[in-house]
């Protein structure tokens, strides 16, 4: 059953090819491709559970829920394909709508896939923004089709060294851009350099349109909207995802998040990869500037000639990885990668299904299902602009999914699940700690959803409020940020984690990195698992099947 703890046994003194830090989704990715290549790999995790932040456990008795992450949109179909994990159990609903929001009083708008009824709703408060919507759409699916390919390639090396490999580095990125027209080769320099804010008031005029597309942007990302590099998050949210490759899926996976990561471990196993929980690394070891293995908190030792993190950066190099083992200007660049999370995650077990102001009486489950509760522009920079400086706004933005609308299998007949990603919070407070103030914002939280489900607060069984802290001390998020860096523009592609370290490779001779802090960064997308991966069987460095 997916989130159950999975249990293995090794021998601390039994060789291995590669041993994987983490068993989140992308670890175990890297794990599973590395074990199909023949390779002899141990995956170590610390919780007693395999997931990392993909995972569904219970709020209370008999009632689950996806944890931290939610909602399957980037998984990359390569990887749903390579590893069979439909086979597995995976199973996937589409959201439609993609998106409920509401827009003031009791009304609502929605985003759904079909893009002409999308355009239907968006013309009862603009016949302009339709019309502009329907272009709008097809020129960002285009442009984030050019992106696809580079989500599952390491992304072109800035530092290559000698001729012959840097012009072979702009092959490779010229062919990928060849066929890119002028016109939109602008609109991708645009899209990630510029303002979601500039884009919107460019291209439409409504309040309401603005909002529906302002709710599908935000998600886990730093800064607010009129902040260079915001409009990124459009074209990411358009990237194909799902069993088969739909531009812009987004899905309820039955089970929760933990089928994915359990259908990955049930992947990695059946080649012979061994994952052990419980399993705390304390050190990455070092010798001679080569990695030889790592040892646990509990003092045991695992020797390989290959180490792939899927921790994040700073959890990697300046927790785990000997200080004298990495170059000084690395452990600098490493440091001043930003975290400083900016999300919280509240789950509630509900007696009841709450009602929604201003929803159709006829609407289906996967309706009903969503509901994402956005500022307007100027009230999200205001909430971003104060947990910069520490501190809570009073109106957040709250993404609510009841998943039990659509599994029944997550809690007891007639009760729900209620789980809600809140954006816009600071790891650091200006006043007080977390510990002291977590109710507080929980508080706060179902307050601004009552406004909108106003029987709320009678149907409540229980609730669990992760912080930015508890995120880190759950999860091993450094400074909550779930990933594992800002997906700023100058922390994307050749960027991520640094300029001179984007192959996966790292300072230290076989060890990799694996995890979001590498290309091409969040989101559950098993991409930089399976890139780390290749890169490692092209090195060699792995004993195996080529």
């Keep these: 059953m997916a989130g159950e703890p999975t249990v293995t046994t090794a021998a601390d003194d039994e060789a291995f090819d590669a041993i994987v830090v983490g068993a989140g989704h992308n670890g175990l990715t890297a794990a599973a491709y590395l074990a199909r290549a023949g390779c002899r790999v141990l995956v170590l995790e610390r919780r007693a559970v395999v997931g990392g932040a993909a995972v569904t ?6 009632h689950r829920v996806s944890t931290a992450s939610y909602i399957a949109s980037m998984l990359m179909p390569t990887v749903i394909r390579d590893l069979d994990l439909g086979r597995r159990g995976l199973r996937m609903v589409a959201c439609d709508p993609i998106l409920t929001v509401p827009v003031g009083g009791e009304r609502i708008i929605r985003w759904w896939a079909d893009v002409d009824r999308t355009a239907e709703e968006i013309a009862q408060y603009s016949a302009a923004d339709a019309l502009a919507f329907v272009d709008v759409d097809r020129r960002l699916k ?14 072109p090396d800035l530092a290559a060294a000698g001729p012959l490999a840097r012009l072979r580095e702009a092959w490779r990125l010229f062919r990928r851009f060849r066929s890119l027209k002028g016109k939109e080769a602008g609109e991708m320099v645009t899209f990630m350099t510029g303002s979601l804010a500039d884009f919107l008031d460019r291209h439409f005029e409504a309040d309401e349109t603005k909002r529906m597309i302002l709710a599908n942007s935000v998600y886990g990302k730093h800064g607010g909207p009129y902040e260079p590099g915001s409009a990124v998050g459009l074209l990411f949210h358009l990237l194909a995802g799902g069993d088969h490759g739909v531009q812009g899926f987004n899905g309820h996976v039955i089970g929760g998040m ?42 045991r030792t695992f020797r390989a000639p290959v180490v792939l993190s899927n921790a994040d950066p700073k959890r990697t190099f300046l927790g785990m990885v000997p200080g004298q083992a990495l170059p000084e200007a690395f452990r600098r660049d490493v440091a001043a990668i930003r975290m400083n999370g900016p999300a919280a995650k509240l789950n509630l077990a509900l007696s009841g299904e709450p009602r929604v102001l201003g929803r159709p009486a006829d609407a289906d489950p996967r309706e009903r299902a969503l509901l ?3 500022p307007t522009l100027e009230s999200a920079q205001r909430c971003s602009d104060m947990a910069r400086f520490g501190e809570i706004a009073d109106e957040l933005w709250i993404d609510c999914v009841i998943p039990s609308l659509i599994d029944d299998t997550l809690c007891p007949p007639g009760h729900h699940m209620l789980t809600c990603f809140i954006q816009f919070v600071p790891y650091h407070l200006r006043e007080g700690t977390w510990d002291e103030r977590r109710e507080e914002l929980a508080a706060s939280v179902i307050r601004q959803i009552t406004r909108h489900m106003p029987d709320l607060p009678e149907l409540i069984l229980g609730q669990r409020l992760y912080t930015p802290l508890d995120l880190e001390r759950t999860f091993g998020l450094t400074e909550g940020n779930i990933f594992h ?32 802090g590498a290309h091409p960064g969040g989101g559950v997308t098993g991409a930089p698992g399976h890139n780390a991966a290749q890169a490692v069987l092209r090195d060699g460095m792995a004993r195996g099947r080529r």
Excluded: K
């Excluded at 456990?57 to 008999?62: D, N, Q």
């Excluded at 922390?491 to 192959?503: D, K, N, Y």
């Design 142 to 155: 285009a442009l984030a089709a050019y992106l696809q390919p580079f989500f599952l390639e390491t992304p």
């Design 57 to 62: 456990e219970e709020v209370i008795p008999g």
């Design 485 to 516: 860096g800002d997906l700023a523009t100058g922390a994307l592609f050749s960027m991520r984690p640094t300029p001179a370290w984007s192959q996966y490779r790292t300072p230290v001779q076989g060890l990799y990195l694996c995890g979001a």
């Design 372 to 374: 994402t509760i956005a």
């Design 258 to 299: 933990g089928a994915i990561t359990e259908a990955l471990a049930d992947a990695a196993r059946e080649h012979g990869a061994r994952i052990l929980t419980n399993a705390q690394v304390l050190r990455i070891d070092v010798a001679n500037g080569a990695t030889t293995g790592v040892t646990l908190a509990d003092g």
